[in-house]
């Protein structure tokens, strides 16, 4: 173990195979609010900082949601680029609640218990390419998903470090029912980042030469 973790500290093929984990850090998420409100809907937020984040590539507001203990979302890595599927299991949690409201009915959904979860990928559509699945904001308890996180891009160049840019986020249908608004579903709502660090769960020994950085 201690030659191992020599050779990957060296920067050596050994890092070819590795499985991390996500244990600390912070999620910033910018909400449209004035589309929100153009749709009927309210937003309300605690438990979240809003103060100006430097660096970040999304526009204000934003809230920004610290990583709890007991995250364990999974990502898989070779000669320390994340692999295209993204996450491969666990998920976040969050501090903070997300409270809607729709306007014109009074009918809310609060999410307590925030998490951004992994969830796997099926059907056919995928055609057996290896594709990042959406990431899940939704309610740990309810399992409620509020949004679909698409399209992120994970950045590991920073290695402990995990940064995933571009978790554009969309109005999910099982949201969009429960507050009885169905032509929600779909609408792009928001974004998200993360700055995160991760601990590395295991490794393998290389198998192939390293893949080129771009």
């Not at 949690?93 to 409270?99: D, Q, T």
């Not at 609060?110 to 951004?116: A, N, P, Q, T, V």
Request: hydrophobic letters at 40%; aromatic letters at 8%; charged letters at 20%.
């Amino acid at each position: 173990l201690v030659a191992l973790s020599a050779i990957v500290s060296m920067g050596s093929p050994a890092h070819a195979g590795e499985l991390w984990t996500v244990r600390s850090g912070e999620t910033t998420i910018h909400f449209n609010v004035e589309l929100l409100h153009d749709l009927g809907i309210d937003l309300e937020i605690t438990g979240a900082g809003t103060a100006h984040v430097e660096g970040l590539p999304i526009e204000e507001p934003y809230w920004t949601f610290p990583i709890l203990p007991g995250s364990d979302l999974r990502f898989r890595t070779e000669h320390d680029i994340v692999l295209p599927e993204g996450s491969t299991g666990g998920g976040m949690r969050l501090g903070g609640a997300i409270v809607l409201r729709d306007r014109a009915t009074g009918k809310e959904t609060r999410f307590d218990e925030l998490e951004i979860a992994h969830v796997p990928a099926t059907g056919a559509g995928l055609q057996g390419a290896r594709r990042a699945a959406p990431l899940h904001l939704r309610s740990a308890g309810t399992k409620l998903v509020l949004c679909e996180l698409r399209s992120s891009m994970y950045d590991f160049r920073r290695r402990p470090g995990l940064e995933v840019h571009y978790m554009n986020a969309y109005f999910t249908e099982s949201w969009a029912l429960a507050i009885g608004r169905p032509e929600l579903a779909g609408w792009a709502v928001g974004l998200g980042e993360m700055r995160a660090h991760g601990e590395r769960l295991s490794a393998m020994p290389s198998v192939g030469p390293a893949r080129a950085r771009f």
